[in-house]
């Protein structure tokens, strides 16, 4: 089972990506099979509503956080989700509030499961939430195996290049690629997510 | 799930706005070894049973459930207005909008009964039920604000 955590901050775009992300890899010639693992930080989920109206298989966990409080959760879910799917493919979809790294680091201590992450980082909202919550925003970046620097449809030219650099800066030397989720994203970027996680 | 403790002896308590005193403060060692310290707490409101605030880390949630009996656009409009002034009084109290997200469900009942071997009657419900169901996150607000802006522009629907 192939592994990616999809991680970012709270509304930039991981369920845009998501949706995506799951319809091209299911959409490869030998037809893969993907489940979605769904963490929402409230009591009700809206997320996993749009996921499986697009007909897409889907366990949700709610109200708790898998990066940290909602640990065990997260493994319980992987291990049913191996068992009753067997799938080529699983993507775990953080809350905006989990650092993916710690649910890498879980995965891989526990159930010795490897995992790529693709994180996702806000252009238009990047320099607000680098002063609210500078720490926590950079730290969500931290291990990220590629990163799509979102919403650039909605951020000014001068707004993006500082939001790429510094976002680069905090990658570690990941590939970061500004796109519009709205959009078509680039075949490419799955295709060099997807062999990250071979 | 979040584990919800009450009145744990050892810990300092909280009183909730509700007048109970809930508090969950626990050191834990995670899965991958090393030790975290979590803060988390569940708000028992009593005031609105549509209204449920969880914290964690620096994040205050409300979810919020939302029975509409109007005709989906006026639902549409009472729920965006909801969002809008949640979002903008945020804001003016100086805290961040996170996210703030809801799902519009629309439905309509229907009622089956027989009282023989041979019938079943069939009753449709005289209205459709919208249901609005989601989550106000933000930051730099105390549980107490964000509960009070919740409840303030909660669309009185029902």
Not at chain 1, 141 to 144: K, Q, R
Not at chain 2, 46 to 49: G, M, N, Q, S, V
């Given at each position: 089972m192939k592994t990616i955590i999809l991680g970012g901050f709270l509304g930039s775009g991981k369920t845009t990506v998501l949706l995506q992300l799951a319809k091209y890899i299911t959409g490869k010639p030998d037809f893969p099979q993907v489940v979605i693992l769904e963490n929402e930080?409230?009591?009700?989920?809206?997320d996993n509503e749009i996921l499986e109206g697009a007909a897409l298989a889907v366990e949700s966990v709610f109200s708790g956080c898998i990066c940290c409080t909602g640990a065990v959760d997260l493994i319980d879910a992987v291990q049913t989700i191996e068992s009753q799917y067997e799938p080529d493919w699983l993507i775990v979809e953080a809350t905006g509030m989990a650092q993916p790294s710690s649910i890498q680091t879980n995965l891989k201590n526990i159930l010795g499961l490897d995992s790529v992450i693709l994180a996702i980082a806000d252009a238009s909202r990047w320099s607000k939430l680098m002063i609210a919550s500078p720490v926590f925003v950079r730290n969500q970046?931290?291990?990220?195996g590629l990163v799509l620097l979102t919403k650039t449809d909605k951020t000014d030219a001068d707004a993006l290049a500082k939001a790429y650099e510094e976002v680069k800066q905090c990658s570690g030397g990941a590939q970061v690629y500004p796109v519009c989720a709205l959009d078509p994203i680039n075949e490419k970027i799955f295709e060099e997510l997807m062999s990250k996680a071979e | 799930m979040e584990e919800v403790k009450e009145n744990v002896p050892e810990k300092e308590h909280e009183e909730c706005c509700c007048g109970h005193e809930h508090h969950h403060d626990h050191d834990e060692h995670g899965c991958c070894g090393h030790e975290h310290h979590h803060d988390h707490e569940r708000h028992h409101h009593?005031?609105?049973?549509n209204i449920e605030i969880t914290t964690h880390e620096d994040s205050v949630t409300a979810s919020v459930k939302i029975t509409f009996r109007e005709d989906r656009d006026r639902a549409e409009v009472l729920l965006r207005s909801f969002m809008r002034a949640v979002a903008e009084e945020t804001e003016a109290l100086g805290g961040t909008i996170g996210h703030i997200k809801f799902f519009l469900k629309e439905s309509r009942g229907s009622m089956f009964s027989m009282t023989d071997t041979e019938e079943i009657q069939k009753k449709n419900a005289t209205y459709t039920e919208l249901r609005a169901e989601g989550v106000a996150i933000v930051l730099g607000l105390t549980p107490e604000q964000l509960e009070e802006i919740v409840a303030v522009h909660y669309p009185g629907a029902v």
């Open positions: 930080i409230g009591e009700v989920g809206v970046l931290e291990g990220a | 009593h005031r609105h049973e």
